[in-house]
């Protein structure tokens, strides 16, 4: 799994969504990123937020609802997705 | 995180299809007289009806007296019956039944043409989910944020097959977030309720009719992130089977997106909230959220 890429996703949520007192570190690979079991308390708000994001950062088109819930299982499979979806990443 | 808001049923099938016998049969006329006992009885003898529309009334009238507030909440629940029997109608004669007047149509083929997305925020007035389906002059794919139940087949919206609104389901992993931003990233139109957050929507207090009350945030979010205009669309009831549709654009223009965006996100909420006081200021009896809007 690309380590480099998890590391960004990581600071990228960390910067752009204003996540105070949270490190990379802090961010569980394989934590869901929303919902009740989430650690990051990210809201509906945060998701426009990421979808946004991800369609200017990586090209990547985030437009239903079972392509968010893959892709928001956890830092690994936002990963994953985006190493599928662009494969220069 | 708000509370889902739950709104007193009123009414049932042997009643709908009463009052749908009497259109067919004999006319509107008649079926706004079946109306008069019919909300008679639910402001005389349904106290939970009261109640649900007591805490809009009380703020919008205040200082009246008992007999005066009944007779304010049995105009309020006319109106709103009005309204139903009105889209009845046009289910039953054809949509082209409804006279919808919509003066600022020019103006947003204008901005529609511009390619930017568009989010319209609606409010519970007049016959708003009818009001979506008139924009398909704009020639845009339009998507209603709403959660679906049997009585949006009522509001107008199955009659339109596949020209019609699409709907984008508020319940569910992240409450239909992805295809909303997807919409609007390709030019097209969303819709999405101003006064009344679904499920776990984030809300903003907001004063409204002097009381701070809970507003969604989500459409200004949604305008500000991906760079779309927003309308507020407003209607009102001008005669039988007369509408007024207006719209309110706030275009998102470089002033709004370089500021802090949670400061943009309150301000666009405080403007909306502003035309929504001023419309039932003039429409009192046209806004039909039936339940206590400011309890927390």
């Known amino acids: 799994m690309n380590v480099e890429l998890k590391q960004q996703l990581k600071e990228m949520i960390i910067a752009e969504l204003k996540l105070t007192n949270v490190a990379p570190d802090d961010i569980s690979d394989d934590g869901p990123l929303f919902g009740s079991e989430s650690a990051l308390g990210l809201d509906s708000l945060d998701a426009v937020e990421l979808v946004v994001l991800l369609k200017k950062k990586f090209g990547v088109e985030i437009g239903d609802q079972s392509t968010a819930m893959a892709a928001f299982a956890s830092i690994n499979s936002l990963a994953d997705f985006l190493s599928r979806k662009t494969p220069s990443t | ?296």
Not at chain 2, 196 to 219: V, W
Request: charged share 20%.
């Open chain 2, 1 to 296: 995180m708000s509370p889902p808001k739950r709104e007193p049923r009123y009414g049932n099938r042997p009643g709908h299809q009463i009052f749908r016998w009497v259109i067919r049969h004999l006319g509107m006329g008649p079926a706004y007289k079946v109306l008069v006992p019919v909300i008679g009885y639910y402001v005389l003898f349904r106290p939970s009806a009261v109640r649900a529309a007591a805490p809009y009334i009380r703020r919008r009238f205040p200082r009246k007296g008992c007999f005066q507030r009944l007779w304010q909440i049995y105009r309020h629940y006319y109106q709103f019956g009005a309204c139903l029997v009105d889209q009845a109608a046009a289910g039953i004669l054809g949509p082209e039944s409804l006279r919808i007047e919509f003066p600022d149509a020019e103006d947003l083929s204008r901005i529609a043409r511009e390619g930017r997305g568009l989010v319209f925020i609606t409010s519970h007035v007049g016959i708003w989910q009818r009001a979506i389906s008139v924009l398909g002059f704009m020639k845009r794919t339009v998507y209603l944020h709403l959660r679906q139940d049997p009585s949006s087949e009522s509001m107008g919206l199955a009659e339109f097959g596949d020209d019609g609104p699409r709907v984008i389901s508020p319940d569910g992993f992240l409450g239909g977030i992805p295809e909303l931003s997807s919409a609007l990233a390709h030019g097209n139109i969303v819709a999405i309720m101003g006064d009344r957050g679904f499920g776990s929507a984030t809300c903003e207090k907001a004063a409204f009719l002097g009381e701070d009350a809970s507003f969604p945030l989500l459409p200004y979010h949604l305008a500000l992130s991906t760079k779309s205009d927003l309308a507020v669309l407003l209607t009102s009831r001008t005669g039988p089977m007369r509408f007024r549709l207006r719209a309110v654009t706030i275009r998102m223009t470089d002033d709004w997106l370089a500021m802090d965006k949670d400061a943009a996100r309150s301000l666009l909420l405080r403007r909306y909230v502003g035309l929504l006081e001023d419309h039932i200021g003039e429409h009192p009896y046209m806004w039909f959220n039936f339940f206590d809007f400011w309890a927390d």
